[in-house]
């Protein structure tokens, strides 16, 4: 190494020599990739769980490495330290490179390589850059290609992510479901195909989206840690093991899984992990159909607080901002608004991940940086957008429960509860006066005498309208 300018240090690679700022952990690889590649804006730094999971894939291999007496204690002490502070979120400003790239995550794996060789350097004593004392490959990327150490840490960035997620959704669910048991007495109108169609409980409606997203919760929950469990750690390049000792692998994935403190295993057929990206695909689309789920609650809560004269105006939702530049007292549903439009970006994501699992050729897909991203997009995106939605929206949201009452009462579909009483013939012949004539459809009930009143009052029970009997 060189000593460039007082702000910088000269380093070298394969192309040549880059001067690289003094203060930066990160080393020349690393910066080549900073000035090739300025596409999504978006750093490695966006996503610390990533950053602590490469970490912890860097201390498991380098522990594994020294257990087979291939890397000097000293040398193991410094990745070890450097990687327990990187885990413990330090220098996460250091991880720089765009999360899309080219090389198939070849810059993201050497940025973590020089990051923790740099921090390692300074535990022993060394300049930044000085990497004879301790190599980003030679010792920090040991026994390693990116090809197992990226898409191991992929995996496991995931789960460590995965309660966060986890735990914005159970946090919505338990709103709506707070409001379903509010509104449980909340007679209403149902609706099909946007007509009137039979009595319900607006707690009943509630419950549903509770249920609907609990759905998916349990099934992240249950499907997902088996989903990504099964790691390449030790596959190095493609999934033959090459420039490996024959007992790294289960070492490696044995401490990783010990740092981590999750279940991961390595995988059956080393190539095919390598190569395939089917977990991703079937990952990301569970996150769609939570998406599309979300965006379709959320449409139904614009509907149902649509007016509030001319609309709905079932439910009322927080105001949270004026709604119009021009147009005094208008205030809009711009929480349920925001998470229809993150829904449709997280649709957009899977169709990308989809296209860059598809596009994989022979024995690697060079298209897994778009893959990270997306999922990585989706997870952040879907986590802040339920929070968003549960506290500033489901929680605030209040019944008109005498508007609901009086549309149940002027709606044609009131005539379906006494079809058991009067006959289809007669119950559609009711339906189609009350609509030619604007008359109400109890009224015209009543006034030919089809039930008495007694047997009337019984029918229109909410209980009895809303549920089995």
């Given at each position: 190494?060189?000593?460039?300018?007082?702000?910088?240090?000269?380093?070298?690679?394969?192309?040549?020599?880059?001067?690289?700022?003094?203060?930066?952990?990160?080393?020349?690889?690393?910066?080549?990739?900073?000035?090739?590649?300025?596409?999504?804006?978006?750093?490695?730094?966006?996503?610390?769980?990533?950053?602590?999971?490469?970490?912890?894939?860097?201390?498991?291999?380098?522990?594994?490495?020294?257990?087979?007496?291939?890397?000097?204690?000293?040398?193991?002490?410094?990745?070890?330290?450097?990687?327990?502070?990187?885990?413990?979120?330090?220098?996460?400003?250091?991880?720089?490179?765009?999360?899309?790239?080219?090389?198939?995550?070849?810059?993201?794996?050497?940025?973590?390589?020089?990051?923790?060789?740099?921090?390692?350097l300074e535990f022993l004593g060394r300049a930044r850059g000085d990497y004879q004392h301790l190599?980003?490959?030679?010792?920090?990327?040991?026994?390693?290609?990116?090809?197992?150490?990226?898409?191991?840490?992929?995996?496991?960035?995931?789960?460590?992510?995965?309660?966060?997620?986890?735990?914005?959704?159970?946090?919505?669910?338990?709103?709506?479901?707070?409001?379903?048991?509010?509104?449980?007495?909340?007679?209403?109108?149902?609706?099909?195909?946007?007509?009137?169609?039979?009595?319900?409980?607006?707690?009943?409606?509630?419950?549903?989206?509770?249920?609907?997203?609990?759905?998916?919760?349990?099934?992240?929950?249950?499907?997902?840690?088996?989903?990504?469990?099964?790691?390449?750690?030790?596959?190095?390049?493609?999934?033959?093991?090459?420039?490996?000792?024959?007992?790294?692998?289960?070492?490696?994935?044995?401490?990783?899984?010990?740092?981590?403190?999750?279940?991961?295993?390595?995988?059956?057929?080393?190539?095919?992990?390598?190569?395939?990206?089917?977990?991703?695909?079937?990952?990301?689309?569970?996150?769609?159909?939570?998406?599309?789920?979300?965006?379709?609650?959320?449409?139904?809560?614009?509907?149902?607080?649509?007016?509030?004269?001319t609309g709905f105006n079932e439910i009322n939702l927080p105001a949270r901002q004026p709604g119009?530049?021009?147009?005094?007292?208008?205030?809009?549903?711009?929480?349920?608004?925001?998470?229809?439009?993150?829904?449709?970006?997280?649709?957009?994501?899977?169709?990308?991940?989809?296209?860059?699992?598809?596009?994989?050729?022979?024995?690697?897909?060079?298209?897994?940086?778009?893959?990270?991203?997306?999922?990585?997009?989706?997870?952040?995106?879907?986590?802040?957008?339920?929070?968003?939605?549960?506290?500033?929206?489901?929680?605030?949201?209040?019944?008109?429960?005498?508007?609901?009452?009086?549309?149940?009462?002027?709606?044609?579909?009131?005539?379906?509860?006494?079809?058991?009483?009067?006959?289809?013939?007669?119950?559609?012949?009711?339906?189609?006066?009350?609509?030619?004539?604007?008359?109400?459809?109890?009224?015209?009930?009543?006034?030919?005498?089809?039930?008495?009143?007694?047997?009337?009052?019984?029918?229109?029970?909410?209980?009895?309208?809303?549920?089995?009997?």
């Open positions: 190494m060189h000593a460039g300018s007082a702000a910088t240090r000269r380093e070298s690679d394969l192309l040549g020599h880059l001067d690289v700022p003094a203060s930066a952990y990160y080393g020349i690889q690393t910066l080549r990739a900073v000035h090739n590649f300025t596409l999504s804006g978006v750093s490695l730094s966006h996503h610390p769980r990533l950053i602590m999971a490469l970490a912890m894939v860097k201390q498991a291999a380098a522990d594994a490495n020294h257990r087979l007496g291939n890397l000097e204690t000293r040398r193991f002490e410094a990745i070890e330290h450097a990687c327990q502070r990187i885990i413990h979120g330090e220098y996460h400003d250091q991880f720089v490179v765009d999360m899309i790239q080219g090389g198939a995550g070849t810059s993201t794996n050497m940025n973590a390589n020089e990051v923790i060789a740099n921090v390692g190599h980003p490959n030679n010792d920090v990327n040991m026994a390693q290609s990116t090809n197992d150490a990226y898409p191991t840490a992929i995996r496991l960035g995931l789960m460590l992510g995965h309660d966060d997620l986890l735990e914005s959704l159970s946090g919505l669910c338990r709103s709506f479901s707070r409001k379903g048991d509010a509104f449980a007495d909340v007679l209403k109108m149902g609706r099909t195909q946007l007509q009137d169609a039979v009595p319900m409980t607006l707690g009943q409606e509630f419950h549903a989206f509770a249920t609907t997203l609990g759905e998916d919760h349990d099934h992240l929950k249950r499907r997902v840690p088996m989903l990504l469990r099964a790691v390449n750690l030790g596959g190095t390049a493609i999934g033959t093991g090459i420039n490996t000792d024959a007992r790294y692998q289960k070492i490696a994935v044995e401490r990783l899984a010990a740092i981590s403190e999750h279940d991961v295993a390595p995988a059956h057929d080393l190539i095919e992990a390598t190569s395939d990206m089917g977990d991703f695909v079937m990952f990301s689309g569970m996150l769609k159909r939570l998406a599309v789920k979300l965006s379709k609650i959320c449409n139904d809560l614009r509907l149902l607080s649509s007016g509030p004269r119009s530049s021009i147009m005094p007292g208008k205030v809009n549903p711009v929480i349920p608004e925001a998470v229809n439009q993150v829904a449709f970006d997280v649709i957009g994501n899977d169709l990308s991940l989809s296209l860059a699992a598809e596009a994989g050729q022979l024995q690697l897909n060079v298209m897994e940086p778009l893959i990270v991203y997306k999922i990585f997009d989706s997870i952040r995106l879907l986590t802040r957008a339920m929070d968003m939605l549960g506290t500033l929206c489901v929680d605030g949201i209040t019944a008109n429960e005498a508007h609901c009452r009086e549309l149940v009462e002027r709606s044609i579909g009131l005539v379906t509860a006494l079809n058991p009483y009067i006959g289809y013939d007669n119950a559609t012949r009711i339906a189609q006066k009350a609509l030619t004539t604007g008359r109400g459809v109890l009224e015209l009930v009543r006034e030919e005498n089809l039930l008495d009143d007694n047997t009337l009052t019984e029918a229109l029970r909410p209980e009895n309208m809303v549920m089995p009997r």
